[in-house]
T-cell receptor, first 115, second 112 residues
Framework: DAGVIQSPRHEVTEMGQEVTLRCKPISGHNSLFWYRQTMMRGLELLIYFNNNVPIDDSGMPEDRFSAKMPNASFSTLKIQPSEPRDSAVYFC?????????????FGSGTRLTVV | DAKTTQPNSMESNEEEPVHLPCNHSTISGTDYIHWYRQLPSQGPEYVIHGLTSNVNNRMASLAIAEDRKSSTLILHRATLRDAAVYYCILRDGDFGNEKLTFGTGTRLTIIP
């Protein structure tokens, strides 16, 4: 199993540009999570999906952020327009829901820099 | 979300056991105790989880107090590769409410 795959690994973009981060969860997992990590705020949950349906998006910072999961093997997190304060490492994770507290598997993250 | 309390940092000598404590006095009956670690420049990594009984796996052991208000992650023989931030997290076991909320964790330093 290749694990959770995120792309790109690094992204540098100019303020105002649209950014799309991609995630492929582990095959068979039915829950998917997007996190953001900064030095100031640590790891923050942005949104999570169960069976491709968004369950909790209360962590999404503002309307500039949107996430989709069109099928069980793919999710995107989009920022439009991007701002320097969006610079962070974005992690995607997946798990098998309903497994009585089973663990998450995280991807290697996308380091986003907005200049 | 029920909250956990961990020391900000700990140090341990290489090849010695490490006991990482976690307090979770407001734990509810459906909360599982999860431990993750994050090595430098990597994503968090699942370590172990449990509900009421002590648990062992190839990475670590989890000792859970009888009243479940505290737990201890045990690394039996620390190596330099175990230097990481360790997070103790309570996860609701109910389907559809399984999000993990990370705190600040314990930064473990291994001394050669």
């Amino acid at each position: 199993d290749a694990g959770v795959i995120q792309s790109p690994r690094h992204e540098v973009t100019e303020m105002g540009q649209e950014v799309t981060l991609r995630c492929k969860p582990i095959s068979g997992h039915n829950s998917l999570f997007w996190y953001r990590q900064t030095m100031m705020r640590g790891l923050e949950l942005l949104i999570y999906f169960n069976n491709n349906v968004p369950i909790d998006d209360s962590g999404m910072p503002e309307d500039r952020f949107s996430a989709k999961m069109p099928n069980a093997s793919f999710s995107t997190l989009k920022i439009q327009p991007s701002e320097p304060r969006d610079s962070a490492v974005y992690f995607c994770a997946s798990s098998l829901a309903g497994t009585q507290g089973g663990g998450y598997t995280f991807g290697s993250g996308t380091r986003l820099t907005v200049v | 979300d029920a909250k956990t309390t961990q020391p900000n940092s700990m140090e341990s000598n290489e090849e010695e056991p490490v006991h990482l404590p976690c307090n979770h006095s407001t734990i509810s009956g459906t909360d599982y105790i999860h431990w993750y670690r994050q090595l430098p420049s990597q994503g968090p990594e699942y370590v172990i989880h449990g509900l009421t009984s002590n648990v062992n796996n190839r990475m670590a052991s989890l000792a859970i107090a009888e009243d479940r208000k505290s737990s201890t992650l045990i690394l039996h023989r620390a190596t330099l590769r175990d230097a990481a931030v360790y997070y103790c997290i309570l996860r609701d076991g109910d389907f559809g409410n399984e999000k993990l909320t990370f705190g600040t964790g314990t930064r473990l330093t291994i001394i050669p």
